[in-house]
């Protein structure tokens, strides 16, 4: 029988949880063990009793097994010192930052412990189910929109009055993934007049389908295009003719969404001071991207900055803020991860799998995503041999 582990989040701020009573039953129902840390979906608003009720064993605050595990679903990286307890071969899954992340990588490849790095998951047709990213965009790209129209000194619809006729705000998305769509699907639903721009000229149909108003990218030979599902790092060049683009669009908008991102690398800076200066007193900017470095000139993470009269909010981290459905949809994607990999009582983890080619960050003692980790390709300092694709 499978043993997987709950840990409660230690991360400060971090709310989800990788694993729901819904998750616990229907996990249980194909065969695996499943115990959860005493109050580990407390923050999400999954008690105990209920984890209990669905089939999970429960274990005091501290008192999990990890020596006995065969897999740990998290959301991020448990300490070191967790890690440390863990027996060769077992699994661990969650958002593990992978870009850069040197340290857990040699620790998780010291101790031969396999490790999938839910950032990296491929988006195709057959890892829909799994696509953490995406489930967690869409919330981010809901929350942004509440949080800027919130923040805003004007109505976000039309409204029509005895005194008058307010016109609806004028809303600029920059990036249309995931994130941007929901985004433009929520400032539609408040009566907002948006408008999208991205670099990629593809995903016109898909904004004017939500009702959003596409603005068409600058035309240059060195116009980036789209790799597995993202957008492509554009050069300084196109950037800056988006710029000088975006520049009058930014001045006439009263709240701006930022949400381009580029995979492990900084995110385009996208607004520039100079362009902050054309933006109206009482207009806000919300930047998804902060985190990354930012799409906006001035955001900190975390923070709503004033700069002359124009609010910058440093969004990050908004999936936790709505805990109860980011862990609904976070412990759905990782359940079906686990039932893809569940094999005759074990987890098979297959390296050439086109679902775990890009995710498997370690394996065996290796790490398998040298160019993520590192950031180019560099041999192992102390190859293992060939490892077994079967964990138990």
């Known amino acids: 029988m499978v043993r997987l582990l709950i840990p409660r989040e230690r991360v400060s701020g971090e709310t989800r949880v990788a694993a729901t009573p819904e998750t616990v039953r229907r996990l249980s129902g194909r065969g695996a063990r499943v115990e959860v840390e005493q109050g580990a979906g407390l923050a999400a608003g999954f008690l105990d009793d209920d984890y209990a009720q669905a089939g999970a064993v429960l274990h005091g605050e501290g008192d999990l097994p990890w020596h006995e595990a065969d897999a740990v679903l998290c959301v991020q990286p448990p300490g070191v010192d967790l890690l440390s307890r863990l027996q060769p071969k077992a699994l661990l899954v969650g958002l593990l930052s992978p870009y850069g ?23 195709i047709s057959r890892a829909q189910a799994m696509d953490v990213l995406s489930s967690q965009a869409n919330i981010a790209g809901y929350k942004a929109v509440l949080i800027g129209a919130a923040a805003l000194d004007r109505y976000v619809p039309m409204l029509m009055t005895a005194a008058g006729t307010i016109q609806p705000s004028r809303v600029l998305i920059l990036g249309a993934g995931v ?6 699907a929520t400032a539609r639903r408040l009566g907002g007049v948006v408008y999208v721009s991205d670099v990629r000229p593809a995903v016109k149909e898909q904004v004017e389908s939500l009702g959003g108003r596409f603005i ?47 995979p492990g690398r900084p995110a385009p800076r996208l607004i520039s ?6 933006m109206r007193p009482g207009s806000v900017v919300v930047d998804l991207a902060v985190a990354q470095g930012g799409n906006c000139f001035g955001t900190v993470a975390g923070t709503t900055v004033e700069r002359h009269g124009v609010l ?10 709505v805990a109860n459905h980011a862990s609904a949809l976070y412990a759905r994607n990782v359940a079906a991860l686990i039932e ?8 098979h983890l297959d390296p050439e799998d086109p679902i775990l080619a890009g995710c498997l960050l370690t394996h065996g003692g290796n790490c398998l995503r040298r160019d993520v980790v590192f950031g180019h390709e560099e041999p192992a300092q102390a190859p293992h041999p060939a490892p077994s694709p079967s964990l138990r």
Do not use: W
Request: proline share 5%; with cysteine; hydrophobic share 45%.
């Open 340 to 347: 893809h990999l569940l094999k005759e009582e074990s987890l």
């Open 101 to 123: 992340a040197t340290e857990l990588a040699n620790s998780l490849g010291d101790r031969e412990i396999s490790s999938i790095a839910l950032e990296l998951l491929p988006r």
């Open 179 to 184: 994130a941007g769509l929901q985004a433009l």
């Open 273 to 278: 001071e100079a362009m902050l200066d054309g």
């Open 312 to 321: 910058l909010i440093g969004a990050d981290s908004l999936p936790c803020s």
């Open 216 to 262: 068409e990218p600058p035309q240059q030979e060195d116009r980036p295009g789209e790799a597995g599902g993202y957008a492509r790092q554009a050069s300084e060049a196109f950037l800056e003719a988006q710029r000088i683009q975006l520049a009058e669009q930014l001045a006439l908008a009263d709240l701006v969404i930022c949400t381009a991102l580029v």
